[in-house]
């Protein structure tokens, strides 16, 4: 079975400075990566997804992470944070041929300091 | 415009009253899920759905009820609503053509339990 782990409950960053978020996953194959957003109050926004190719994917809002099948990882990058990307962010995986299930992970909550 | 809508976004309730709540989706989409949300945990699935008249279990099913009798509605139900089920849930769905997709999450449904 399929699991993610973000090591990382809560970041805390100026606005102006680079974002990493980490995610480590464990599936046996290659796998989809996904990573949502939860702004406060609001349902999740996908802001990227890797199902194969180019292992640097570009999403919304600036943001883009990089597969590293060999660290087994899926981080989610951001060079300058604005005061608006303050939510909480998930991590997830998708197994191929599954039931199309989406193991999320715990979740980082971002906050962003003026 | 696409959307996976949810009602009621806020429901409280005593325990032992039977509840219904609502998600419906407009995009045609064949897989829906059932998601809870508990601080800490991330995101668990409840029951999902592969299309009409075929639902399963996900990770944590006790205690719900899901039917799929159209395409577009899949109601999660609480038969004997306990205070451990307050939660904050959250519906989604995707296209299922073989492989993993995005998932599309409504805005959510905070539950409270007394």
């Known amino acids: 079975a399929q699991s993610v782990t973000q090591p990382d409950i809560h970041i805390t960053v100026s606005e102006g400075a680079s974002l990493e978020l980490r995610c480590n996953y464990s599936?046996?194959?290659?796998?989809?990566l996904f990573w949502y957003v939860q702004s406060p109050g609001q349902g999740l926004q996908l802001l990227l997804k890797?199902?194969?190719?180019?292992?640097l994917v570009q999403g919304i809002k600036g943001f883009e992470a990089e597969f590293k099948r060999s660290q087994s990882s899926f981080n989610l990058r951001k060079p300058s944070v604005h005061w608006s990307d303050a939510a909480e962010y998930f991590c997830?995986?998708?197994?191929?041929?599954?039931?199309?299930?989406?193991?999320f992970g715990k979740g980082t909550l971002l906050t962003v300091n003026p | 415009e696409a959307q996976v809508t949810q009602n009621p976004r806020y429901l409280i309730t005593v325990t032992g009253k039977k509840l219904t709540v609502t998600c419906s989706q407009n995009?045609?989409?064949?897989?829906m899920s059932w998601y809870r949300q508990d601080p800490g945990l991330g995101l668990r699935q409840i029951y999902y759905s592969m299309n009409v008249e075929v639902t399963d279990k996900g990770d944590v099913p006790e205690g719900y009820k899901v039917s799929r009798k159209e395409k577009r509605n899949f109601p999660l139900i609480l038969e004997s609503p306990s205070p451990n089920q307050t939660s904050l849930y959250f519906c989604a769905s995707s296209l299922s053509q073989g492989v993993v997709n995005e998932q599309f999450f409504g805005p959510g449904t905070r539950l409270t339990v007394l």
């Open positions: 995009m045609n989409h064949e897989y």
């Open positions: 599936y046996g194959a290659t796998p989809y």
């Open positions: 997830a995986v998708g197994a191929r041929g599954s039931n199309y299930k989406l193991t």
């Open positions: 890797y199902f194969s190719g180019d292992t």
